[in-house]
C-alpha cells in the first residue's frame, strides 16, 4: 500500500472522528425544555446537562493520553467512540430523572474527551512538517463546522422534544465501522513507512512544554469571557433579545472555520509573532467591547477573539509536536486538553473573585482585566520571540 493510500485511510478515520468529537454540545439547545420536563430540579443540574461532558473530558483526556503510549490508536478509538454512544443513546431509553441525564452525559464526555486527544496524535502520526501543520488547522475548522450544524439540528429537534436531541448521538454508530477499518493498528511509538519517528529530547524541553500549555490555557481563559458575559453585555446595554447572544456566539465558531483553512497564510505572515498577534487580537476585541457598547462591536470583537483563539489552539499543538516524541505526544496532548479545559471552566469563578477588588461595576472590570492580561501576555510574547526558534510556523 503507497504512502498516499495510507495517509488518506487514516484521513478518512480522523475526519468519522472529528465530526464527533463536539457532539455533546448538541444537547445545550435543550437546556429550557429539559428544565420544564424536570421542575423539581435545581438550575445548576439542569444547566450541568450540557457542561458535565467537559468535566468528564479533563479527565479522561489525561488518562487516554497515558493509554496511547501502550494501546493502538484503533483500539483506544474503538473505546472513545463506544463510550460517547453508550453515554449519548442511553438517555433515549433512561431518562426517569434529572440525574439519568447527568450520568448519561458525564459517560458522553468520557468518549469526547479520548476523542480529542486521539485526534492530534493521529495527524502527528500520519503527517510531518508543512502537511501537519496545515492539518491540525483543518481539523480545527471541520470540528467548529459540525458543532456549529449539530446546534442548528439541536434546536430544530428540542422544538419538538428535548429527548429528540438525543437521536444526534446516533451518529457515532455511523463513524464507529469507519474508524475500525480505517485507523492504524499501532501507538504513536511504532513507525509506518510514511512516518518519521525522532528522538526530540522532550526531557530538555519540559520547561517549553509548560509554558506553551499555559500559554494555550490562558488564551481559551479569555476567550470564555464571550460564553460568560456576551449576554449580559447585550442586555445591559439593551442592544437586543437574549436570542441575539446564541446568534453572535456563532461568530466564535465561524472565525474558527475561516482559520483552519487559511492557517498556512496566517503562519506565514505573521512568522514568529504569530502568538504575540492573537492576544494582540484579544486585546482589541476588548476593548472595542469596553468603549463602543454596540451589536457591530460585539459581533467584531466575538470574531476577533475567535480567530485569535482557533489560531493559538491550532499552532500549539503544532509546536508540542517538535518538542516531543511520537510516544509522549499524546500524553503531552492529553495534558494540553486537561490545561484548556481548566482554563474555559474556572474563567467565570476568577474573574468574579478579582474584578471586585478595583471594580464594583463587573461588567466594565472583566473587560479591563481581560484587556490588560491580553496586553502583558502580547508584550511577553513579542518581546520574548527572538529567544525562540519558530523556523517552522
Known amino acids: 500500500m503507497s504512502e498516499r493510500i495510507k495517509q488518506n485511510k487514516i484521513l478518512i478515520g480522523i475526519i468519522a472522528l472529528a465530526i464527533i468529537a463536539r457532539l455533546t454540545v448538541s444537547t445545550s439547545p435543550a437546556i429550557a425544555v429539559i428544565g420544564k420536563a424536570f421542575p423539581q430540579a435545581s438550575a445548576t443540574q439542569v444547566e450541568s446537562v450540557a457542561t458535565i461532558g467537559d468535566v468528564a473530558a479533563v479527565i479522561s483526556a489525561l488518562i487516554f493520553g497515558k493509554l496511547l503510549a501502550r494501546w493502538t490508536f484503533k483500539r483506544l478509538a474503538i473505546i472513545s467512540v463506544s463510550i460517547l454512544a453508550l453515554g449519548g443513546l ?89 474508524v475500525i477499518l480505517t485507523l492504524p493498528a499501532q501507538n504513536p511509538g511504532q513507525s509506518d513507512d510514511f512516518t518519521t519517528v525522532t528522538d526530540n529530547n522532550s526531557g530538555k524541553h519540559t520547561f517549553l512544554i509548560i509554558i506553551y500549555l499555559l500559554i494555550a490555557s490562558s488564551m481559551v481563559f479569555l476567550e470564555a469571557v464571550l460564553y460568560n458575559k456576551n449576554a449580559l453585555y447585550i442586555q445591559h446595554f439593551n442592544l437586543g433579545n437574549p436570542t441575539l447572544a446564541g446568534k453572535i456566539m456563532t461568530l466564535d465558531s465561524g472565525a474558527a472555520i475561516i482559520v483552519g483553512l487559511t492557517i498556512k497564510w496566517f503562519r506565514q505572515f505573521f512568522k514568529q509573532y504569530l502568538l504575540a498577534v492573537c492576544f494582540a487580537l484579544t486585546c482589541l476585541g476588548g476593548t472595542l467591547m469596553l468603549v463602543w457598547p454596540s451589536i457591530i462591536s460585539i459581533a467584531v470583537a466575538t470574531f476577533l477573539i475567535g480567530t485569535a483563539s482557533a489560531t493559538m489552539l491550532s499552532t500549539i499543538p503544532y509546536i508540542l509536536s517538535s518538542l516531543t516524541t511520537p510516544q509522549h505526544f499524546p ?33 466594565q472590570g472583566t473587560y479591563q482585566l481581560q484587556i490588560i492580561i491580553a496586553a502583558v501576555l502580547a508584550l511577553i510574547l513579542f518581546l520574548g520571540s527572538h529567544f525562540f526558534n519558530y523556523k517552522k510556523l
Open 90 to 178: 442511553t438517555p433515549l431509553f433512561w431518562h426517569n430523572n434529572i440525574e439519568n441525564l447527568l450520568l448519561a452525559g458525564f459517560i458522553a464526555g468520557l468518549g469526547a474527551g479520548g476523542i480529542t486527544t486521539l485526534l492530534p496524535s493521529l495527524q502527528s502520526y500520519a503527517y510531518q512538517g508543512e502537511q501537519l501543520a496545515n492539518m491540525l488547522g483543518r481539523v480545527v475548522a471541520l470540528e467548529n463546522g459540525s458543532s456549529m450544524i449539530l446546534l442548528f439540528l439541536g434546536g430544530i429537534l428540542a422544538s419538538q422534544s428535548w429527548l429528540h436531541n438525543y437521536y444526534l448521538f446516533a451518529l457515532t454508530l455511523i463513524s464507529l465501522p469507519i
Open 331 to 363: 500524553l503531552v496532548m492529553g495534558c494540553f486538553s486537561a490545561f484548556t479545559s481548566l482554563g474555559f471552566s474556572s474563567s467565570a469563578f476568577i474573574f468574579n473573585h478579582l474584578v471586585p477588588l478595583f471594580n464594583p461595576n463587573l461588567l
